[in-house]
């Protein structure tokens, strides 16, 4: 009896747990934060914010119109019909320079042959120039090549300055017995001079020196 009281009295003394059962199995988890605000470990530093906020500036779009294409393809083959022409007046004008040198006429024909391939070159030009001039104008807005192309057009045009003092310079330059014909050594240097500039224009435009510029 003496023990079976002591039992039921330490039993009446020993302290109790005072939570709730229902708490105990529906007391919620804390979950931890997500996010960028979530805490991170220790070393490891918030998510970066760009403060550039401004949006990237868009290229503005440049329009071409449907006869760029013809106009760029009449371009090329004038440019490359060009070349032969150059070198056949080249030689041409080579004889007709010896020969007047030597205080001799010209063989007949030669002077003709002179001016007939000089009008040929003239209408190329005129041309290259038309088509060029107008491509040109037509992608002046557009950014890549541009600096380029605007070389290539302004050395052109000074290659047709060039060229038009030249035969206002032949027609002063005819076949004198006395020699030294001041007229006739500068149309040879002007048409020299002009031939390499335009050369340059051209060489210049090639793919394999222009690149993607």
């Known amino acids: 009896m003496i023990l079976t009281f002591a039992l039921i009295s330490a039993l009446a003394l020993a302290p109790r747990d005072t939570t709730p059962a229902e708490a105990l199995v529906t007391a919620p988890v804390t979950a931890p934060l997500a996010g960028p605000f979530a805490p991170q470990p220790v070393g490891v530093g918030a998510p970066m914010i760009s403060d550039d906020t401004t949006p990237a500036r868009r290229r503005k779009a440049v329009e071409i119109s449907d006869g760029y294409a013809l106009r760029l393809k009449i371009h090329y083959i004038a440019s490359f019909a060009t070349l032969p022409i150059f070198a056949a007046q ?50 002046r807005h557009q950014e890549k090549g541009r600096t380029w192309r605007t070389i290539h ?42 031939a390499g500039v335009a050369l340059a224009s051209y060489i210049m435009m090639w793919k394999p020196i222009r690149g993607d510029k």
């Open 153 to 194: 057009a302004a050395l052109m045009l000074a290659a047709d300055a060039g060229f038009a003092y030249t035969a206002s310079l032949g027609s002063k330059s005819q076949f004198t017995r006395l020699g030294g014909n001041v007229s006739r050594d500068n149309h040879r240097n002007w048409a020299e001079a002009s």
């Open 90 to 139: 080249a030689v041409v004008g080579e004889q007709l320079f010896n020969a007047e040198q030597k205080g001799n006429p010209p063989p007949a024909g030669m002077r003709g042959t002179h001016d007939a391939i000089a009008v040929a070159l003239g209408a190329l030009f005129v041309t290259n120039t038309v088509t060029g001039a107008w491509n040109w104008w037509e992608t």
